[in-house]
């Protein structure tokens, strides 16, 4: 059972919202973004069908408006999976589904257990695991499973020992040394002390269940671990108990990373995901934390959602991110500390989504970061010691060269955007040849030619008003300076755009080129028609020209 596509509306924190895109071959789903970006509210969709599915809650009106962002709109939970399973509720039409009653297991964020508290098996009402009657309906609500886990085991291994033909060597075989196993893979090597579980003893004269460790050369109760050694066994008890019971599931894990270090984080999900998942599940959690990114970044198998710096008060569209795009750690590290991460590499700043190409170069030792534009670019390397990459757009051959004098670390393209280079008559060269396609160069600089005149006309009149939103100089110690006049709305500016705009007039190619937006003119030359930006980046000529620009 694997999720392919999510569709929400006005759902907790988003007004539309979908998920799509997720391949069939997905495992492991991690959504990343800072608290409070909606990640959770995805769980809670998942809750909200499970609850259908298993028909334990009611579908009342107090219930619908839980979940409902806006009260006057109506609600939309749409699942679909890629088995062709789907499920469909809204407070507008009549429930679809067609799910199976083991499609979800979650586990709320809300499940430390501190200490162990019930002195007597078989205290609370008898609990039946199959239908999952002692999850938390919502994310909010605390996770007691714990207990009642290690309550079944501890049973389980009773039984076992009394009424079965066992043998002690398969009983711990088959409770025991699974859980070892895990501990040994997940800590050793990350504190150098070995966790291993000894024993689990049912609760005797009003004490509690005894659960003891061997941990270095002592042993010690599970009272006495340390957080995150209990988050790892809570996790592993749990799918030791249950996972048998979900199998073909999606499995929904809210803050798997809670007290833990960035290897910790690393290890668990990666023990989890290969060794603890049933096969045919796939496996959701959510989190800010360097060791589940990276992970998720080595896996295959893995896929990111970024939820991160998205406004959810108008409709998203969101796919698994790329999975060598570094803009992801900033989830767990930030900007600021980037460096700090990236020891011995170069990090490049870029205007928002070029990110993307720059990155499919592979650069040594350069890492390239998006910022939302061109001026959080310029600020960002003017106030610090980074590195950054801007569009040339309309700026003479004189500005370049006094912004370069006084930017040294801020580089400028050669043409008017990334696009240019996509779209260059060389690059467009080396990628038909490598298609064996028909394609004359000189036809296509002759086509480019006669698209520009008919289009220059209009371009040049937003020449100097978009000159007067550049950033260039903007700082107070430049007031009434020169070089701040010509991003102004001053005869500095005409000047300026006077130089851009006899670059547009003239028809020698290199002339013109540098200054014209290819990004959203000539778009109708069947040259660049059915030509996929993901391949026009992996040629020779573009890395060539990226790593001079930025030797």
């Known amino acids: 059972m694997k999720i392919q596509k999510i569709h929400l509306v006005n759902f907790k924190r988003f007004t ?113 695991f199959k239908k999952d009657v002692d999850r938390p309906k919502f994310s909010i609500e605390r996770d007691n499973r714990f207990e009642n886990d290690v309550e079944k085991i501890t049973e389980d291994i009773i039984k076992a020992f009394f009424l079965s033909e066992q043998s002690n060597q398969e009983i711990k075989q088959q409770y025991v040394v699974p859980i070892n196993d895990a501990l040994q893979r ?37 009272n006495y671990l340390g957080a995150g050694e209990k988050e790892v066994f809570n996790l592993l008890i749990n799918l030791l ?20 270090n960035t290897q910790l984080q690393y290890n668990l999900l ?38 991160e710096d998205l406004d959810y008060d108008y409709p998203r569209i969101l796919s698994p991110a790329p999975k060598d795009n570094p803009d992801i750690y900033e989830i767990a590290v930030g900007k600021t500390f980037l460096p700090a991460l990236f020891q011995q590499m170069t990090i490049f700043f870029v205007e928002n989504k070029d990110r993307d190409y720059y990155a499919t170069i592979g650069i040594e030792k350069t890492v390239f970061v998006s910022d939302n534009n061109r001026n959080n670019v310029y600020h960002k390397v003017r106030a610090t010691h980074l590195y950054g990459i801007v569009d040339r757009d309309f700026l003479s051959d004189n500005d370049i060269e006094i912004i370069r004098k006084q930017y040294p670390q ?23 040849e490598n298609k064996d396609f028909i394609y004359d160069k000189n036809i296509y600089i002759n086509d480019l030619t006669f698209a520009k005149n008919q289009a220059k006309d209009y371009i040049i009149l937003q020449i100097t008003l978009a000159r007067s939103s550049y950033p260039y100089f903007g700082e107070p110690n430049f007031n009434n300076h020169p070089s701040q006049k010509r991003f102004k709305n001053q005869q500095e500016n005409i000047e300026q755009s006077v130089s851009v705009q006899k670059n547009l007039n003239s028809d020698d190619f290199e002339s013109f080129y540098k200054s014209l937006p290819m990004k959203t003119y000539c778009t109708q030359l069947k040259q660049r028609q059915n030509v996929s930006k993901s391949d026009l980046v992996k040629t020779k000529w573009f890395k060539k020209q990226i790593e001079t620009l930025i030797k």
């Open 16 to 128: 539309n919202i979908e998920i799509t895109n997720i391949p069939e071959t997905a495992q492991l789903v991690v959504l990343i973004g800072a608290n409070g970006s909606g990640k959770s509210s995805i769980f809670d969709a998942f809750n909200f069908v499970d609850g259908a599915i298993k028909k334990d809650i009611a579908l009342n009106d107090d219930f619908w408006d839980y979940f409902k962002k806006s009260k006057d709109m109506p609600l939309k939970v749409q699942l679909e999976f890629e088995n062709g399973l789907m499920s469909l509720l809204s407070d507008e039409k009549f429930p679809k589904m067609n799910l199976p009653a083991h499609t979800f297991y979650g586990r709320s964020s809300l499940r430390q257990v501190p200490r162990l508290t019930r002195t007597a098996m078989g205290k609370t009402k008898p609990l039946h």
């Open 186 to 222: 997940i800590f050793w090597g990350v504190n150098g002390t070995k966790l291993a579980l000894l024993a689990m003893l049912p609760p005797a004269d009003g004490k509690t269940i005894q659960i003891i460790f061997k941990k270095g050369n002592s042993e010690i109760p599970y």
């Open 241 to 260: 108990n249950r996972s048998k019971l979900y199998q073909d599931t999606i499995y929904f894990l809210d803050e798997m990373d809670v007290h833990l």
């Open 270 to 307: 990666k023990e989890i995901v290969e060794n603890w998942l049933p096969p045919n599940c796939q496996l959701w959690t959510a989190s800010h934390s360097l060791g589940f990114i990276e992970y998720a970044q080595q896996s295959k198998h893995a896929v990111i959602i970024d939820f």
């Open 410 to 432: 801020l580089y400028i393209l050669h043409y008017y955007s990334i696009e240019n280079y996509l779209y260059h008559p060389d690059n467009l060269l080396e990628y038909y």
